[in-house]
């Protein structure tokens, strides 16, 4: 790909998006994720007109952040700026919402992406990346959805396992900083806890609240992403951590065992080490097991291999990491990991630009490039 071609055009693409009335800063990060796309689709398939490709990606990536950014400002005006602990005193339109949408005439899958879309406030794209399908295969997924819903009548609420699914994702996606939806998650899981007794519904808050407790040490002042052996534990949210730990002990004691409750003991068990070092990491890959056992989820697995490689060695990562498709998002993220720790510093290295190069996010992409500098400084870890 002719990156000088890239560079040239930039300048231009920016001015197209301006003068159709974005503002400069929007504008720029439009572009920015125009030029991400462009990278991994360019060298197998370079269009045309690459200025015309540029500014067609780059304004719906606009209008994509646009739209996400006034739904997630409609939440925020019904919320705090953090989630208050305690019960919900009553179940608002909201929740009332995500369970008209998970109908049961849909699929659980076609109700989540519905749901995400309609009432989530999370844009196409990024509801494509949660389930690891194309844009557009995800567009068609939830056209079908309005049209399959188009005709019923919304009486028949859906099952508490799709709403939880679709809590579950907008969590995700508001920590992960994109849009910042995580709160709003918490608030509604409380709800839901609040009304119905049901040991998933409890596993998944005690996951929010142990993931949220971590949220102010993810990003350093710079905005650059800060691993979780690097976080500064001190300044954790240990009332969320209590707070997660103690209903997560309690779901656990009724033993039915949910995914989000083994998700919630991994989490717990890294809240509870006072350093990286002391991490259970043994405990941490049974956990893995039994949520592999439940989910049958490659990324599971990928993350399974990281916690092998840290309780057994790098080589027994690998090893595990070898059994999955190298397709997977961060695969090669993962790779790049177990090689430095196994001392392959050329290979590591190699395997961070490939890692960035299909970042998911700036700030990722920005990290796996440092990393991968370091490394062909010969400085190490």
Known sequence: MDEALIRSLTPGVLGVLVRRGADFAAAEDAVQDALIEAVRVWPADQPRDPKGWLVTVAWRRFLDATRA???????????????????????????????????????????????????????????????LVPEAT??????????????????????????LRVLYLVFNEGYSGDVDLAAEAIRLTRQLAATIDHPEVAG??????????RRATRTAADGSLVPLAEQDRSRWD??????????????LARDRLGEFQAQAAIAALHADAPTAEETDWVQIVEWYDELARLTDS??????????????????????ALAALNDSL??????AAYLHERDGDLPTAARLYTEAAQKAPSLAERDYLTRQAARLNTGRGR
């Open 69 to 131: 950014d006034a739904a997630r400002r409609r939440r925020e005006d019904l919320v705090d700026d953090e989630p208050a602990p305690g019960p919900a005193p009553a179940v608002d339109d909201t929740l009332q919402l995500y369970f008209l949408c998970a109908h049961p005439a849909l699929t659980p899958s076609s109700a989540v992406a519905l749901t995400l879309r309609a009432v989530g406030g999370l844009t196409t794209r990024q509801i494509a990346r949660a389930y």
């Open 138 to 163: 995800m567009a068609q997924r939830i056209s079908r959805a309005k049209r399959t819903v188009s005709g019923v009548q919304f009486d028949r609420p859906g099952d508490v396992a799709t709403v």
């Open 204 to 213: 998944l808050l005690a996951l929010m609240l142990l993931h949220h407790a």
């Open 238 to 251: 240990t009332a969320s951590i209590a707070e997660g730990v103690e209903i997560l002990q309690a779901a």
């Open 298 to 319: 490659p990324v599971v697995r990928l993350n399974r291999a990281v916690a092998v490689g840290e309780a057994d060695g790098p080589r027994a990562g690998l090893a």
């Open 329 to 334: 998002p961060r695969h090669a993220a993962v």
